[in-house]
């Protein structure tokens, strides 16, 4: 069985909790910053909430089990709500991708702070911090790959000329399939791997500093 998930059965429990929290967090962020902006569409929906069942998308949740990447039920949000239509676009699709990172952060110093007791669930809870600190950096930096669906994508999308983002929209269906030809296939090693295999090392080490400096270890 093992063979056909994404992660050994050993970690699957971390990862399943690990994932609950981020993408509740993620879907959260978006809606409760959209409401910031003037946009109640997530609220009436009920998204403003702790509560992953709102949040979860049952079969993107087996996907990354699966096959190590999915998604979570998207926030509805209507732009044309928001008292700044163009600055509030762009800080609520951040804020999804932003709150991953801060997750790892946190995550981060609880790993360390763990490491400083002595008890003897120490070894179990600082293997649960460390996936979850690297599943959320990789949520943080997938996110903001520039491909639809993702946030990037959205992102880049609201600094392009009215002209070119019509010309991309049209083409959404197929960038969708292009995105999914990069993520599945052995074409990843040569384009999104090396983003990852550099940027996430690169992120955990940094906070890792961080800690290092405030625990004086």
């Known amino acids: 069985m093992e ?8 970690d699957l429990p ?3 909790v690990t994932l609950l929290i981020a993408f509740t967090i993620h879907e959260l962020a978006h809606a409760w910053v959209a409401l910031l902006f003037g946009d109640d569409t997530a609220k009436n929906e009920g998204r403003i909430t702790f509560n992953p069942m709102k949040h979860i998308d049952p079969i993107g949740f087996i996907f990354v089990i699966i096959a190590g990447f999915g998604w979570a039920r998207p926030t509805p949000v209507n732009t044309y709500k928001m008292k700044h239509r163009r600055v509030g676009s762009v800080v609520v699709s951040l804020a999804g991708p932003v709150s991953n990172l801060l997750l790892a952060f946190v995550g981060m110093g609880l790993y360390f702070l763990f490491l400083q007791m002595d008890v003897s669930y120490s070894q179990i809870v600082l293997h649960f911090f460390n996936l979850f600190v690297s599943l959320n950096v990789i949520l943080f930096i997938f996110n903001l790959l520039p491909l639809p669906p993702l946030d990037g994508y959205h992102i880049v999308a609201e600094f392009l000329p009215l002209k070119w983002r019509l010309k991309v929209q049209a083409y959404e269906n197929y960038a969708l399939l292009f995105f999914l030809i990069l993520v599945i296939t052995p074409l990843s090693r040569y384009t999104i791997t090396p983003i ?5 090392p690169w ?4 906070m890792a500093s961080f800690y290092y400096f405030v625990f004086q270890i």
Do not use: C, P, R
Request: glycine share 0%; no cysteine; net charge negative.
């Open 3 to 10: 063979n056909f998930l994404a992660y050994s059965l050993q």
């Open 14 to 16: 971390y990862v399943i």
């Open 196 to 200: 990852f295999n550099t940027l996430i």
């Open 203 to 206: 992120i955990t080490n940094e």
